[in-house]
T-cell receptor, first 115, second 113 residues
């Protein structure tokens, strides 16, 4: 499978714990995005990387959230001191930069449940 | 910032009928408008997109129209089939150096056999 992959697919944690998710983009894609999706809503933009540089963070992303893409390939999203409001599907997408707007391909998501 | 609205939130059609989903956007600088289909428990998948230099694009049973002046775009599905049942999201993106995509809230389409 050469698509975007995410790990884990499901995560259940207790409030106050830290969690980390991983995203592996399509290999030739230099752009990587994180979104959050709650039930009945569209994906909400969280942050974006071009290669290893994090170019934008949404105001939705509090100080408890941090994302990295150290070698410009896979990315991690960490949530510290999780809260029940963090429960959502966390989606990763990737695309390839070019002269035209390239399609974003989504991963299967990591469903986080905070008890 | 950009805001994308989408109507209706739910839509039921008989198999074989057409379905139309309408979206509006707020930022006149947006110039890329993808549509994603998300089946229950699955990832969003791009089904069609349109760029601001064209007014209409068609791919088999799916077509999208764009009215830049009015800042609205629509998805048209003809000859609907039960497998078209899903949540459809419209989205908008600006022609900046990267593609931050703003999604609408989604339309849940049910095709009744």
């Amino acid at each position: 499978d050469t698509g975007v992959s995410q790990d884990p697919r499901h995560k259940i944690t207790k409030r106050g714990q830290n969690v980390t998710f991983r995203c592996d983009p399509i290999s030739e894609h230099n752009r990587l995005y994180w979104y959050r999706q709650t039930l009945g809503q569209g994906p909400e933009f969280l942050t974006y990387f071009q290669n290893e540089a994090q170019l934008e963070k949404s105001r939705l992303l509090s100080d408890r959230f941090s994302a990295e893409r150290p070698k410009g390939s896979f990315s991690t999203l960490e949530i510290q001191r999780t809260e029940q409001g963090d429960s959502a599907m966390y989606l990763c997408a990737s695309s390839r930069s070019g002269e035209t707007r390239d399609t974003q391909y989504f991963g299967p998501g990591t469903r986080l449940t905070v008890l | 910032g950009e805001n994308v609205e989408q109507h209706p939130s739910t839509l039921s059609v008989q198999e074989g009928d057409s379905a139309v989903i309408k979206c509006t956007y707020s930022d006149s600088a947006s110039n890329y408008f993808p549509w994603y289909k998300q089946e229950l428990g699955k990832r969003p998948q791009l089904i069609i997109d349109i760029r601001s230099n064209v007014g209409e694009k068609k791919d088999q049973r799916i077509a999208v129209t764009l009215n830049k002046t009015a800042k609205h775009f629509s998805l048209h599905i003809t000859e609907t089939q039960p497998e078209d049942s899903a949540v459809y999201f419209c989205a908008a993106s600006k022609a900046t150096s990267y593609d931050k995509v703003i999604f609408g809230p989604g339309t849940s389409l049910s095709v009744i056999p």
